[in-house]
């Protein structure tokens, strides 16, 4: 069996912290809980939990920071949270299972983080993270924002989740803060950190600039294939939000230059399609979208609805438009099938029920 050192970053966190380590309480060895600034209670109610608090003057890096905890750690592996982030029970049990069968050859254990949910707490976005990782290997955080681990050794990949389930939205311009400043002291981007920026504009409504950036790394060609991808689905919103459809259409487009279609472009392009009445066009991007489900292991973000559930929502909706109806309700049906509670399909079919009792 090996042992865990939790370590974890936090300032302010008082309304999460506890549920956060109630979850791995009776799983880690030790907990170690870097403060890096807390006004609140955190730390009164970290104290339940454990006695090695550490405090850490801010300074607008978060892999200082994390860093920083990590040189805390005494155990075999160290494990990393955010005091927002939560284990499912299910995921609980798979991970005290890994504790006593893991391999010490193994030296980083990836995990899905499930960062986006549905009404009926289904997870809508998912990533593989580096999770647990061998102490011995001495691993670094790097990039002061959006920091990373870099993969390297031998690696698992394990289907534990750890479910991020944030109660109060964050604050939307501290990264771009950060960013900046990055910028004003005259540091220069990396190709990672200039994809990151450049969705910090777009998230902060700054969609000319996030343009521009989004296009500069693009042509850069410097990039990860995955953010690359990313980045043509970010640049094509921006350009709808300043009402450019056909630029939008070439941003998506330009995503097959790195990679096969994924589901969530593929379900794009249907809906430009869609939306100018082009619907057997329209029909081949959906369908394109279910054969071929994107792989959560290539390190991507996975929509999860885009392989599966949008499309079939979609293809009944086209297929009600050019008048098929046995084919609407088969693809509605299928939508049913992995969401049965969702208003779309619910909504769908009380549609064909209605249009069946007027037709007789």
């Not at 294939?225 to 941003?251: M, R």
């Not at 084919?327 to 079919?349: E, R, T």
């Amino acid at each position: 069996m090996i042992r865990i050192s939790l370590c974890m970053i936090v300032k302010n966190e008082e309304d999460v912290i506890g549920r956060c380590l109630e979850c791995v309480k009776d799983i880690v060895d030790e907990i170690i809980i870097v403060d890096t600034g807390s006004t609140d209670s955190t730390i009164e109610i970290a104290q339940k939990y454990t006695s090695k608090i550490y405090h850490f003057k801010w300074v607008d890096d978060f892999s200082k920071a994390r860093n920083y905890a990590f040189s805390k750690a005494t155990q075999d592996y160290i494990m990393w949270l955010d005091a927002d982030d939560i284990l499912f029970e299910n995921d609980r049990i798979h991970l005290k299972q890994l504790k006593n069968d893991l391999e010490p050859s193994i030296d980083m254990v990836m995990m899905k983080y499930h960062v986006a949910f549905d009404e009926h707490n289904n997870p809508t976005l998912s990533y593989y993270r580096e999770r647990l990782l061998s102490r011995k290997k001495n691993y670094q955080w790097i990039s002061p924002i959006h920091e990373v681990i870099p993969p390297s050794g031998n690696i698992l990949y394990s289907d534990i989740a750890i479910a991020h389930k944030k109660l109060h939205p964050s604050d939307k311009t501290r990264n771009l803060r950060i960013f900046n400043k990055i910028i004003t002291e005259g540091l220069e981007l990396d190709p990672r950190q200039q994809f990151y920026y450049s969705r910090e504009l777009y998230y902060n409504g700054q969609y000319q600039k996030a343009i521009e950036n989004f296009n500069q790394f693009l042509d850069s060609k410097q990039g990860w294939v995955e953010n690359c991808i990313s980045a043509c689905i970010d640049l094509s919103d921006c350009y709808q939000k300043i009402n450019e459809p056909h630029n939008a259409l070439l941003a998506l487009l330009k995503s097959f230059e790195f990679d096969k279609p994924r589901p969530e472009i593929c379900c794009k392009l249907g809906n430009h399609f869609l939306e100018n009445n082009s619907i057997e066009i329209a029909i081949f991007w959906y369908e394109l979208a279910i054969s071929n489900p994107s792989d959560i292991k290539n390190g991507g973000f996975h929509h999860t609805d885009y392989c599966g559930y949008i499309p079939y929502i979609q293809l009944c909706v086209c297929y009600d438009k050019i008048g098929n109806t046995q084919k609407a309700i088969f693809y509605n049906n299928k939508a049913g099938k992995l969401k049965p509670n969702d208003k779309a399909f619910l909504y769908n079919q009380n549609y064909f029920q209605t249009k069946n009792t007027t037709n007789q």
